[in-house]
């Protein structure tokens, strides 16, 4: 005792309304610090070292909830969580998380890796922007509809399946332009961010005198 995960061991394992309670020899073997890793319904859970991994399995559409309990000489302890709907499990990304537009205009593409996204903000430099007309979403709401091809201000905003297409014309001003946009898949969310560079800090960026 003591080892591995300094004796503390999982004791049952929830998802939604199922319990499943670990045999004997599988709480005395993570209580010894073996490793573990095993699937109760759509959450599998994994110990490795002094670490617990959680990953879930594609969302159907409806909310999931999970609770693991936890004990360890004699006192216990309970991780709680939950997946929202239209989650399949994976990250949501962006790369690049940065972008630079060029002062001549032009567009440029980010890739997400999931089909299941929308916008949830629009902020041009301190002014934002409501993505949904007539929509009052927070991060987690679905709008009913998340296909989106509109420009704010001077900044073209297209979702198009996995990817986020930016585009702008050219910048006329003698400062640099920046944005930041949030995206989500209704459990998680990621912000890309960038700017549209003016001519000077242009060249500057070039390495021009």
């Known amino acids: 005792m003591g080892e591995g995960q300094g ?3 999982i004791t049952a394992v929830t998802t939604d309304d199922n319990k499943t309670v670990l045999e004997q020899q ?3 073997a993570l209580r010894g610090g073996a490793d573990f890793e095993r699937a109760f319904d759509w959450l599998t859970v994994k110990v490795e070292g002094n670490a617990i991994g ?15 309990d936890l004990a360890a000489y004699g006192c216990v302890a309970r991780i709680t969580g939950g997946q929202l ?5 994976t990250p949501l990304t962006a790369t690049p998380q ?9 567009s440029a593409t980010v890739e997400t890796g999931k089909d ?3 916008v949830a903000s ?8 409501e993505p949904y007309d007539g929509a009052d979403k927070g991060i987690g709401e679905r709008p009913k509809e998340r296909t989106l091809d509109k420009t704010f201000g001077w900044l073209g905003v297209k979702a198009e399946g996995t990817q986020l297409v930016l585009s702008a014309e050219k910048n006329r001003l003698d400062q640099s332009q920046t944005f930041a946009i949030t995206l989500t898949d209704g459990t998680q969310e990621c912000t890309v961010t960038g700017q549209q560079y003016c001519i000077y800090n242009e060249l500057k960026d070039n390495g021009a005198n």
Do not use: C
Request: proline share 2%; aromatic share 18%; net charge negative.
């Open 116 to 118: 299941n996204w929308w």
């Open 122 to 129: 629009v902020l041009l430099g301190e002014t934002p922007y």
């Open 26 to 28: 599988e709480q005395e």
């Open 54 to 68: 959680l990953t879930t399995a594609e969302n159907a559409g409806w909310d999931r909830t999970f609770v693991i």
């Open 7 to 9: 004796g503390w061991y």
């Open 85 to 89: 709907a239209h989650s399949d499990g």
């Open 98 to 106: 940065d972008v630079r537009l060029s002062f001549r205009g032009g």
